[in-house]
């Protein structure tokens, strides 16, 4: 869901970041990335040393919590009961932070 929805963003003309869970070396840019990212309207942040190449499931969950403590409004388009994601709605929750569970 997430792809479609940048897939989908990619295409207008706001500004979009993008926070990996993993460092930036040796990312293959996608093809779809580069115009946005030449018209300074695309911005690649991560917050891992350049030693974390592959995903994991830690730092995905210290991505999304970077996430969350930056935005203005954390949506969550689906919350399953006990999830990795029910964690986050609930830290985001006890920080007292605007958060909306869609489904």
Excluded: Y
């Excluded at 093809?31 to 994991?56: C, D, H, M, N, Y």
């Amino acid at each position: 869901m997430e792809k479609e929805c940048l897939r989908i963003l990619l295409r207008g003309v706001q500004p979009i970041i993008v926070c990996l869970a993993r460092g930036l070396d040796g990312m293959r840019l996608p093809a779809e990335w580069k115009k946005p990212l030449v018209g300074k309207r695309l911005l690649i942040l991560s917050q891992f040393p350049a030693a974390a190449r592959r995903v994991t499931k830690d730092l995905a969950t210290d991505r999304n919590r970077l996430v969350a403590a930056l935005a203005d409004d954390v949506v969550f388009a689906h919350v399953a009961r006990g999830g990795h994601l029910d964690e986050l709605r609930q830290l985001v929750a006890d920080w007292q932070a605007p958060h909306r569970v869609l489904g």
